[in-house]
């Protein structure tokens, strides 16, 4: 119920649970992970500051205990039921591991790098063209395996700082 609660963007039903859970004796350390959880699967990239929050959180309650970890817990579960909601990572993630076990595929010979000598050093390989060189720091060129070069992996909301995201993909591409 407290999970779904922050999912479902309702932070009077996610801190009565959060009390809920303190009244039952529940660990600390259990809600707080909780909390992280949904900051990055529920939230995700609709408000990225949702996990630094719930991690802060994470770390300020080990370091603090009870009782004023309440308050931190509370703060926490009201920021990631208040954000906008995206789960376009979550999906994103799921669908590349289905596509890797199902799609065998080399990694394109421009991206790998070459061995310069046997301590380690390294050289771009040929036909790599390095963002950082090119106006906006971007350049056109394929970075998916050739067998799945047309995927879409990570396809975003338009909710929140997604749409952003959104927005600077079109940009670059747009050049």
């Keep these: 119920a407290f999970i ?3 999912r479902g963007s309702d932070p009077d039903a996610a801190v009565y649970y959060l ?4 009244t039952a004796g529940e660990d600390i350390k259990f809600i707080a992970r909780r909390i992280m959880i949904c900051a990055s699967e529920d939230v995700g990239m609709a408000d990225p500051m949702a996990i630094v929050v719930a991690t802060s959180v994470s770390l300020a309650v080990e370091r603090i205990g009870l009782p004023e970890a309440r308050i931190l817990l509370s703060e926490a579960a009201v920021y990631v039921a208040a954000a906008p909601k995206s789960n376009a990572s979550y999906l994103a993630v799921g669908k590349a591991l289905e596509n890797v076990q199902r799609v065998k595929a080399q990694v394109p010979g421009h991206l790998k ?3 310069a000598n046997g301590e380690g ?3 771009q390989a040929v036909g790599y063209r390095y963002a950082h060189d090119f106006p906006n720091h971007w350049v056109d060129q394929q970075y998916l395996p050739d067998a799945v070069k047309d995927e879409k992996f990570y396809e975003p909301t338009g ?3 997604e749409k952003t995201v959104i927005e600077n993909l079109k940009k670059m591409k747009d050049r």
């Design 4 to 6: 779904k609660s922050m």
């Design 159 to 161: 909710l929140g700082y």
């Design 121 to 123: 050093d390294e050289k």
């Design 113 to 115: 790098n070459i061995h």
């Design 19 to 22: 009390a809920r859970m303190l």
